[in-house]
């Protein structure tokens, strides 16, 4: 009876592990080479030096101000408005997708995805246009993972590079733009092959924003953005940011991706490990030595371009090549990018019959971006 009784309880405690690991396999797999790591160099006094606090505090204070917005449905409404202007199906996915484009470049590309691929579903379902959804759906994945490359804060993997090597802005967005541009024109094109057919809008009666909540919040965004750009110290987001929104609203700090930062910090103490082995260091150092944009891009596929970025910069100066690679990086796999996986779980789950279709169409399109970019990339070298 003991054992009998125990069992329910058992399945209680596992249930959530599971479910947790089902929903961050990137931070479990972190943490888990973070302790394997741990075991060959044992912790001590150079651990602290492994983590970026400064990335940390900017991610932090971004995503904090990104979900107070969310909640009062400020991304959502404007979105909309922008939706409602087009007549037909081929402009409306094209806003749709610039509006997850230019999302990322503002509020980093998972959260773009989190906010507009619910927008993406609503237009089309309602509109009766259920079959374009993989499509829809698939380009606003890329453009939120290419999207983001041109600000520092569009990607977390780049607001880590920018800050670990102090690139200047300048320099940052001149070494993106040429990606940047091509990544819009090849959007642009896949967009404009939709049919145009009529679409009709059902009218919806949308409560208005919350005129002091929206200022408070717009204004803490700007705080974060001049962080970022260090123009203020991160320690007065640190402070500013949390004391704001606990009283404004303390379920945007609830909201924050929490897994993402733990994420970060498991991947810190990861590559800064490895650098510490010889072996290891000679290995990878020799490998980037060769082309660190064909082994940073490759290093996205198969261990996604946040975990590569934090990894690789323990191995090169090549910072140029090394911010082209983990954003071009970002499409091709379904692991090649977090924001991959959010679109992959977003689709299923109103289409749970058709995840093969979808992974074709999406592999499809993410290498065809893939191959295009990085051999211009290795063109422009």
């Not at 484009?101 to 579903?121: E, Q």
């Amino acid at each position: 009876m003991n054992g009998a009784a125990a069992l329910p309880r058992a399945r209680k405690f596992v249930r959530p592990v599971i479910e947790f690991e089902h929903k961050n396999p990137v931070l479990c797999i972190a943490a888990l080479a973070a302790l394997v790591t741990s075991v060959i160099v044992p912790p001590d006094a150079e651990y602290v030096g492994y983590f970026d606090f400064r990335t940390l505090t900017c991610l932090f204070c971004v995503l904090a101000v990104v979900c107070a917005l969310k909640n009062i449905r400020f991304f959502y409404l404007l979105a909309k408005k922008i939706v409602s202007l087009c007549r037909n199906l081929r402009m409306s996915v094209l806003s749709l997708v610039v509006i997850t484009f230019v999302g990322s470049m503002l509020i980093a590309n998972d959260m773009a995805l989190l906010t507009f691929l619910p927008l993406g579903y609503f237009v089309l379902k309602e509109t009766g246009k259920e079959k374009y959804m993989a499509f829809t759906f698939i380009m606003q994945n890329i453009a939120a993972n290419l999207g983001g490359m041109l600000t520092p804060f569009g990607n977390p993997q780049n607001l880590y590079l920018y800050s670990h090597f102090a690139i200047p802005d300048g320099e940052f967005v001149s070494i993106m733009l040429p990606s940047f541009l091509l990544s819009v024109t090849l959007i642009a094109v896949c967009c404009l092959f939709l049919p145009a057919e009529p679409l009709t809008m059902p009218k919806a009666d949308d409560a208005p924003l919350p005129k002091k909540r929206t200022a408070a919040y717009l204004a803490l965004f700007a705080l974060s953005i001049l962080i970022v750009f260090r123009s203020v110290p991160y320690l007065v987001g640190l402070i500013v940011i949390p004391a704001a929104l606990f009283f404004l609203d303390k379920k945007a700090l609830a909201a924050v991706d929490y897994p993402l930062l733990l994420t970060f910090v498991c991947f810190f103490i990861f590559s800064g490990n490895l650098s510490r082995v010889g072996a290891v260091n000679d290995l990878v150092s020799g490998l980037l030595n060769k082309s660190t944009l064909v082994v940073g891009t490759l290093s996205c596929q198969f261990i996604s371009n946040v975990p590569s970025a934090i990894l690789l910069s323990r191995f090169t100066s090549n910072y140029r090549d090394l911010l082209v690679a983990v954003n071009i990086g970002g499409v091709g796999t379904l692991i090649s990018s977090l924001a991959s996986l959010i679109t992959f779980r977003e689709y299923t789950s109103h289409n749970p019959g058709r995840t093969k279709a979808y992974l074709l169409r999406f592999s499809a399109f993410s290498f065809g971006f893939l191959a295009v970019l990085l051999i211009f990339n290795l063109l422009l070298l």
